[in-house]
T-cell receptor
Framework: SQQGEEDPQALSIQEGENATMNCSYK?????LQWYRQNSGRGLVHLIL?????REKHSGRLRVTLDTSKKSSSLLITASRAADTASYFC???????????FGTGTSLTVIP | EAGVVQSPRYKIIEKKQPVAFWCNPI?????LYWYLQNLGQGPELLIR????????DSQLPKDRFSAERLKGVDSTLKIQPAELGDSAVYLC????????????FGPGTRLTVL
């Protein structure tokens, strides 16, 4: 079963706009990770945020984590057509032996 | 450094036939995962290995699915016999505890069962 749920399921924006997607999860975690998947390809790791962190940046990516609400958000700034993909959050348990993916957000960036 | 390698990339078989997938993880990664991904869904874990030991196979349909990771490196996932509902993408990933179990994925094998 999948622990995480992304919201929205699908998002369509114009190039240059910001894209925000959210992830909610159910149990306590060690860290939360975001992945991107282009159509027909494997998943690519984007960023990891630990349970004791609240915000993390990497290039045009900004991730927040609120462990009290069991939620995370991924912000992609100044979106590009190449950002078109599905985005998944994944949670890792404290022992590192449980790894759950969410249901994904399908992002379309219109040139 | 090479990433996770999977083969074949595509496989089309008729129902009731056997099929096998192969995965070579990133060198030095002790943890190896097999996932099933249906269209429009996130990956769902089938089995996780720590070295050669299967430590989580609770979601593996053991009546028809089997997996092995001999010598704790390469792994194979087998389905016998395949059913129509097994059509999906089978992903292999590997990770190391040294970077928080960040998973590195192979390109996947797209299985079509006719």
């Amino acid at each position: 079963s999948q622990q995480g749920e992304e919201d929205p399921q699908a998002l369509s924006i114009q190039e240059g706009e910001n894209a925000t997607m959210n992830c909610s999860y159910k149990t306590s975690i060690n860290n939360l990770q975001w992945y991107r998947q282009n159509s027909g390809r494997g998943l690519v790791h984007l960023i990891l945020i630990r349970s004791n962190e609240r915000e993390k940046h990497s290039g045009r990516l900004r991730v927040t984590l609120d462990t009290s609400k069991k939620s995370s958000s991924l912000l992609i700034t100044a979106s590009r057509a190449a950002d078109t993909a599905s985005y998944f959050c994944a949670t890792v348990s404290f022992t590192g032996n449980q790894f759950y993916f969410g249901t994904g957000t399908s992002l379309t960036v219109i040139p | 450094e090479a990433g996770v390698v999977q083969s074949p990339r595509y496989k089309i078989i008729e129902k009731k036939q056997p099929v096998a997938f192969w995965c070579n993880p990133i060198s030095g990664h002790n943890t190896l995962y097999w996932y099933l991904q249906n269209l429009g869904q996130g990956p769902e874990l089938l089995i996780r290995y720590e070295n050669e030991e299967a430590v989580d196979d609770s979601q593996l349909p053991k009546d028809r699915f089997s997996a092995e990771r001999l010598k704790g490196v390469d792994s194979t996932l087998k389905i016998q016999p395949a059913e129509l509902g097994d059509s999906a993408v089978y992903l292999c990933a590997s990770s190391s505890f040294l970077d928080g179990h960040t998973q590195y994925f192979g390109p996947g094998t797209r299985l079509t069962v006719l």
